[in-house]
């Protein structure tokens, strides 16, 4: 009796300790998830120079008013509620220029792949996203009241394609997609800023895109952004 107690007790011991390694595993793949996510490669997250900021850049010594802005990082509603995130952007003021991390997953592939019946998920290494800034500007600043979109005549939108090529870098399980837009001045006028998402394969700027982030929100506070070392490298290594 003994002995069969002894091993119930080391049987007991055994199984306790395997559920405590598998919840250990599942909550240390949680955290490595998390960590992951929320930390943005600096492939992508370095300033991307080119003439335009070089150019004020130097002319300024190197101090230029940068800053972020805190929004929703994800995509929230029902038809793509994940699908993309904010993941970095910095305005340069003196360049009249914005700089946009996109950061997307595997899943968002998929769901892609779903909604517009492809007859195979895209790869990876494909950038199958139309991306597009859309500027909305007040056109009665004297008249707050009207700032709700609802009245045609009292504002304006304007979308602007990304200057040049997008920056690509893949970890993990992510895919990163940084773009600069140069040409936009964020001054008064401007009540919000927006990124429009489209697939390649069906853009249609009048019909509701795959996605929209706000980026920007006249009535919300801004944080300054800094130079890193690798910001200022990348601007003297453009300009040699």
């Not at 909550?27 to 930390?39: E, M, N, P, T, V």
């Not at 195979?120 to 290494?125: A, Q, T």
Request: hydrophobic content about 35%; overall charge negative; aromatic content about 12%.
């Amino acid at each position: 009796m003994v002995k069969g107690r002894y091993g119930w007790r080391i049987a007991g011991f055994i199984f306790k300790a395997l559920c405590g390694l598998i919840i250990a595993l599942v909550i240390g793949l949680l955290a490595w998830r998390i960590i992951d996510r929320s930390i943005t490669p600096k492939q992508v997250k370095t300033i991307i120079p080119n003439h335009k900021l070089c150019e004020v850049y130097e002319k300024n010594n190197g101090k230029l008013t940068l800053y972020t802005q805190k929004q929703n990082e994800y995509t929230q509603e029902e038809h793509n509620y994940g699908y993309f995130a904010n993941a970095g952007t910095v305005f340069i003021d003196e360049a009249d220029q914005i700089q946009f991390i996109l950061r997307y997953n595997k899943s968002t592939l998929e769901h892609v792949a779903e909604d517009f019946k492809l007859s195979e998920v895209p790869s990876r290494e494909e950038n199958i996203f139309d991306i597009s800034l859309v500027i909305m500007y007040d056109l009665t600043p004297e008249n707050e009241k009207d700032n709700d979109g609802k009245t045609p005549d009292a504002v304006e939108y304007v979308r602007i394609s990304p200057s040049g090529e997008a920056l690509s870098y893949q970890k993990t399980l992510y895919n990163y997609h940084k773009y600069v837009f140069d040409g936009v001045e964020v001054d008064k006028s401007v009540l919000a800023i927006y990124i429009d998402i489209y697939y390649v394969g069906e853009i249609d700027y009048n019909e509701r895109s795959l996605g929209t982030l706000l980026i920007y929100d006249c009535t919300y506070p801004t944080k300054e952004y800094k130079l890193t070392k690798n910001d200022i490298k990348a601007i003297a290594d453009f300009a040699k």
